[in-house]
């Protein structure tokens, strides 16, 4: 069911509840009617809400070898920072979007430094998330 469902009617199936769960809506129908068409309406609609912050959509293999990519979804616009560390915090590499918004693809060449294990972080408006990420 839609989120911005608020509440729903439901015809020529009598025995059914819904659950939500995590913000999602679920119709759980305790029988189907036989060869019954089921009609499902919104009784009433509020606005969807507005999605913000950052999706990891792809990071590449971990761990790695001579390269990291990683594609990000950029839900409202913000300034994104992608750091790799080692583990004593020195930048290796890094790329810096202002008012990112939509895709937003990093692409890290990693041939020149030495295996074993590094920290990908990216920082947005939301805060960062941290990745170990192992160079073999």
């Known amino acids: 069911v839609p989120s911005n469902w608020d ?7 009598p025995k059914y509840k819904i659950e939500n769960k995590n913000e999602s809506k679920f119709i759980l129908f305790n029988e189907l009617p036989d060869n ?11 606005s969807p809400k507005k999605e913000s912050g950052i999706r990891l959509v ?3 293999e971990n761990p790695f070898f001579d390269h990291i990519k990683l594609s990000l979804e950029v839900l409202d616009k913000q300034d994104i920072e992608v750091l790799l560390c080692d ?5 290796l590499a890094e790329q810096k979007e202002k008012s990112a918004i ?3 693809n990093v692409y ?6 030495s295996k074993g294990m590094y920290l990908l972080k990216v920082s947005s408006n939301v805060g960062p998330f941290i990745r170990k990420m192992i160079k073999v």
């Open 87 to 91: 583990m004593n915090g020195r930048i």
């Open 108 to 113: 890290f060449e990693t041939s020149g430094i």
């Open 102 to 104: 939509g895709v937003v």
């Open 36 to 46: 019954h068409l089921i009609t499902i309406r919104p009784g009433s609609k509020s």
């Open 58 to 60: 792809y990071l590449s």
């Open 7 to 13: 509440n729903i009617s439901i015809t020529n199936a």
